[in-house]
Nanobody
Framework: QVQLVESGGGLVQAGGSLSLSCAAS????????MGWYRQAPGKQRELVAT???????NYADSVKGRFTISRDNAKNTVYLQMNSLKPEDTAVYYC????????WGQGTQVTVSS
């Protein structure tokens, strides 16, 4: 049974920082591309960042220079460090695992107040 469990969301003022974690189980974590996506109210889910098994990263233009994705294969965990947060970063953030098919976490709310 595959499980992706996010943690670390919350409420922060604009300009602040948050760190998200996603602990995976039931998959061979080291071979999966891992990612973070987000969905704001009334909007479609969008890519935030991905990291391949080799450590290559990809970011949405809107978060480049502010967010950093990383992974720890020994802990089966992927992280998202979010700095200089803006109100438009407010969304539910979802962890994603991709290898042949996609798996999703339940999401964690991030709210950035102005």
């Amino acid at each position: 049974q595959v499980q992706l469990v996010e943690s670390g969301g919350g409420l922060v003022q604009a300009g602040g920082s948050l760190s998200l974690s996603c602990a995976a189980s039931g998959i061979i974590f080291s071979i999966h591309t891992m990612g973070w996506y987000r969905q704001a109210p009334g909007k479609q889910r969008e890519l935030v960042a991905t990291i391949t098994r080799g450590g290559s990263t990809n970011y949405a233009d809107s978060v480049k220079g502010r967010f950093t994705i990383s992974r720890d294969n020994a802990k089966n965990t992927v992280y998202l460090q979010m700095n200089s947060l803006k109100p438009e970063d407010t969304a539910v953030y979802y962890c994603n695992s991709a290898y042949g098919r996609d798996y999703w976490g339940q999401g964690t709310q991030v709210t950035v107040s102005s």
